[in-house]
């Protein structure tokens, strides 16, 4: 059933304090981090990029950092409604879209939050996948954009990992966390085609990495589905 009017922002309320709670609870380590407090520190915006699957986190992992103003591409199907108005209750803005080619709507809205000065989010993989293919929609938005692409993931030994196209990953109130950032990638207005290729798999190959790398911190591995 389609969420609309009241029954939207109730529902989403209910889903930013719980997330937020959640969030708040959980003991996080972080590392990699000093390259991108040292971006917003210098006032540059920047792309930040994580897995569908790994995305009910990001904000609190930006708010640790010290990030200050955000947009966030959402899809337009009827699951994007919700993440939208969920996100505004922590003061982030949404742009809908898609990282897939054509998606003229997005890229439009996303250009124009990068020249007003806000940083970006998006989930490459999505927003129906496959997981953890990364979308060729991101390289081209920072080539044109020019802001330097910061991948992030995190990860919790307890947590529920649900059984949905993404795997995606709920850490469990008290959980003992980890958030993990890259390097900053700054993609070259003039590269050509097989440069854009090269650094697409590169890209994708480190964030794959870096979720690799989390998991393996808090000593988790990938369950088909379910609480692990």
Same mark, same amino acid.
Request: hydrophobic share 45%.
């Given at each position: 059933?389609?969420?609309? =009017?009241?029954?939207?922002?109730?529902? #989403? /309320?209910? &889903?930013? $304090?719980?997330?937020?709670?959640?969030?708040?609870?959980? @003991?996080?380590?972080?590392?990699?981090?000093?390259?991108?407090?040292?971006?917003?520190?210098?006032?540059?915006?920047?792309?930040?990029?994580?897995?569908?699957?790994?995305?009910?986190?990001?904000?609190?992992?930006?708010?640790?950092?010290?990030?200050?103003?955000?947009?966030?591409?959402?899809?337009?199907?009827?699951?994007?409604?919700?993440?939208?108005?969920?996100?505004?209750?922590?003061?982030?803005?949404?742009?809908?879209?898609?990282?897939?080619?054509?998606?003229?709507? =997005?890229?439009?809205?996303?250009?124009? #939050? /990068?020249? &007003?000065? $806000?940083?970006?989010?998006?989930?490459?993989?999505?927003? @129906?996948?496959?997981?953890?293919?990364?979308?060729?929609?991101?390289?081209?938005?920072?080539?044109?954009?020019?802001?330097?692409?910061?991948?992030?993931?995190?990860?919790?030994?307890?947590?529920?990992?649900?059984?949905?196209?993404?795997?995606?990953?709920?850490?469990?109130?008290?959980?003992?966390?980890?958030?993990?950032?890259?390097?900053?990638?700054?993609?070259?207005?003039?590269?050509?085609?097989?440069?854009?290729?090269?650094?697409?798999?590169?890209?994708?190959?480190?964030?794959?990495?870096?979720?690799?790398? #989390?998991?393996?911190?808090?000593?988790?591995?990938?369950?088909?589905?379910?609480?692990?």
């Amino acid at each position: 059933m389609r969420l609309e =009017g009241r029954s939207l922002r109730v529902v #989403a /309320a209910l &889903a930013a $304090y719980i997330i937020k709670g959640m969030a708040l609870s959980v @003991r996080w380590h972080e590392e990699g981090d000093a390259s991108v407090r040292a971006l917003i520190e210098a006032g540059q915006p920047f792309l930040l990029a994580f897995w569908h699957g790994r995305g009910v986190m990001v904000a609190q992992a930006y708010r640790r950092v010290g990030g200050r103003k955000i947009k966030i591409l959402v899809s337009e199907h009827r699951d994007g409604e919700l993440i939208a108005a969920t996100m505004a209750h922590w003061g982030y803005g949404a742009v809908r879209g898609s990282t897939r080619r054509g998606a003229v709507r =997005g890229a439009r809205g996303m250009l124009r #939050a /990068a020249h &007003a000065g $806000y940083d970006l989010a998006i989930s490459p993989d999505g927003p @129906r996948g496959p997981r953890e293919v990364l979308q060729e929609g991101v390289i081209e938005l920072a080539r044109i954009s020019g802001l330097p692409i910061v991948p992030v993931t995190y990860s919790a030994r307890w947590a529920k990992r649900f059984a949905s196209w993404d795997g995606f990953l709920l850490p469990l109130p008290g959980a003992r966390g980890v958030i993990l950032w890259g390097e900053p990638l700054r993609i070259p207005r003039d590269a050509n085609t097989d440069t854009l290729i090269a650094l697409q798999h590169a890209l994708e190959a480190e964030m794959i990495a870096l979720r690799q790398r #989390a998991d393996a911190m808090v000593g988790r591995t990938e369950p088909t589905g379910g609480t692990s």
